[in-house]
Each structure stands twice: as structure tokens, then as C-alpha cells.
């Protein structure tokens, strides 16, 4: 077992929504548990969670690395996925994303040396009234992204 009790209890209410025979419904949403709880998905942990859903590994190591909110490698404590679809891009992404790896002194797929930022380019995040938009984990968005608002934020989280 390489979760917490309460990751497999977490795992096990998502698998509760679907039919006994239809488990690996839940495969993204367990996933999601494995990273939150392990900071990113290591091979071991891919495998871990395709025999406690009763997947094939391949399945779920497929599933890990077709979207890109998965880590299947060490990312720094805050991901930062900036949208460079072209809508975003027409709105000052590009300018966006240039002042953010100025500020970390990182490009993308890179972390910077403290480990504590990761900058990545995102897909559409359906937020393009809001560009430029940024992802900080999977999970808080982030809009009108301009150079001021993008400082604050980097000094926000290094806090």
C-alpha cells in the first residue's frame, strides 16, 4: 500500500458512484487523489492504483500521460500551467508567460531550483473572456493574468 488509509478511502467513494463492473470509471479521479496526496505519480503509485481499481497498468499509465494536469514527474510545491491556446495568446499570453519565466528564471518543463515552482504550458482551461489565464495545481485559477498580477501572485506563494 502506498497511499494513506485516507487516500483509499477517497478512492473508494469515487469507486462507490460507478458499477461494480464499470470501476475504472473512477481512474481520474483516483489519479488525482494519488498525486494530491504523493505531490506527483511515480511508476510505483501508477501501479498501485491500477490493481486497487482492477485496471491494467498500461490502462492507467495511458490515462496519466495523456492529460496534462497528471505529474508523472517531480514537479516543484506550485505547478503553474500557463493557457497558450491561441485565444489566450491573442489576449497577452505570450507577454504573460515571457514576464513569469523572467520572474522564475525558468522556462517551460523546468522547476526552478528551490523546487518550488514548475511552469508548464496548459491546454484550454474554458476561461478565454479571462485571458491571460494560469493554473496554479490543478486547481486555482487564475485571470487577467497582467505582470503586476502575476508578481503578487509569485510573491503570494512563496510566502
Known amino acids: 500500500m502506498l497511499l494513506s488509509q485516507e487516500a483509499y478511502k477517497k478512492i473508494d467513494r469515487e469507486l462507490a458512484k460507478f458499477p461494480a463492473d464499470q470501476r475504472q470509471s473512477a481512474v481520474m479521479a483516483a489519479l488525482a487523489i494519488a ?37 508523472t514527474k517531480p514537479v516543484g510545491k506550485y505547478k503553474i500551467s ?40 496548459g491546454e484550454c482551461m474554458g476561461a478565454c473572456g479571462d485571458a491571460p489565464v494560469m493554473l496554479v495545481n490543478n486547481k486555482r485559477m487564475c485571470s487577467f493574468m497582467s505582470n503586476d498580477k502575476i508578481d503578487a501572485l509569485v510573491e503570494e506563494l512563496k510566502k
Open 35 to 71: 498525486q494530491d496526496e504523493k505531490g506527483w505519480l511515480p511508476p510505483e503509485v501508477l501501479l498501485d492504483v491500477a490493481k486497487y481499481i482492477g485496471m491494467a497498468p498500461i490502462a492507467v499509465q495511458e490515462v496519466a500521460t495523456f492529460y496534462n494536469m497528471y505529474n
Open 82 to 121: 500557463v493557457c497558450t491556446n491561441l485565444p489566450c495568446q491573442l489576449s497577452g499570453g505570450e507577454k504573460a508567460a515571457h514576464h513569469l519565466k523572467e520572474r522564475l528564471g525558468i522556462d517551460y518543463r523546468e522547476t526552478t531550483a528551490d523546487g518550488q515552482f514548475t511552469l508548464v504550458e
